[in-house]
């Protein structure tokens, strides 16, 4: 599906084997250490360089990113977000908007033309699947509008039922675009 310039694509699968793309999202922890999920998945198959380079740039509040090299992940780039805690960080959706649009437009200011994003904040952090998936891809149609080296964004997904979902509502916000 796109959105002005931008393909958006829904899929089942690894996020630390997107090799076809610039760069990963990493739902990372304030710290930006390992941890489980995503971070432990991202930090497990970049190596320890990864933490080395982030740890001056923790710790980073809920709705921010920051971006790194990708060391030994087949991606150049690895863009760490904190998303909200469910029912603690508040405004949520305000916040969790915010670490999709600030992923996005760093990789566009570092002229990057393909994004991979896990669902931020689902795991751990308890953000119910069907909200978070509707706030996510509102944000990349509307923050594609702004971007001009983004070609691609991704939303990786654990299990097919979230990949489902997640196709469902791109389609049901693409007819109600068009």
């Not at 958006?8 to 760069?23: F, L, S, V």
């Not at 992940?73 to 977000?81: A, D, E, G, K």
């Not at 305000?94 to 994003?117: G, I, K």
């Not at 097919?160 to 791109?170: G, V």
């Amino acid at each position: 599906m796109s959105t002005q310039r931008i393909t958006i694509e829904c899929k089942q699968g690894d996020i630390a084997r997107q090799a076809e793309m610039d760069a990963v999202v990493n739902a990372a922890n304030a710290e930006l250490q390992i941890g489980g999920g995503v971070a432990g998945a991202l930090h497990r198959a970049a190596g320890p360089g990864l933490e080395e380079e982030c740890r001056p740039l923790a710790p980073i509040k809920p709705g921010q990113a920051v971006i790194t090299s990708g060391h030994d992940l087949p991606n150049r780039y690895v863009i760490h977000c904190l998303g909200p805690v469910y029912g603690v960080d508040e405004p949520a959706a305000e916040l969790l908007a915010a670490c999709y649009r600030n992923a996005m437009t760093l990789a566009d200011e570092h002229e990057l033309s393909s994004l991979a994003f896990p669902s931020l904040s689902t795991g751990a952090f308890g953000y119910p699947m069907a909200d978070a998936a509707r706030i996510a891809l509102k944000t990349v149609s509307e923050t594609a509008t702004q971007c001009r080296h983004l070609e691609r964004v991704r939303f990786v997904l654990f299990d097919e039922a979230a990949a489902e979902l997640h196709r469902e509502l791109l389609a049901a916000q693409e007819q109600r675009s068009s």
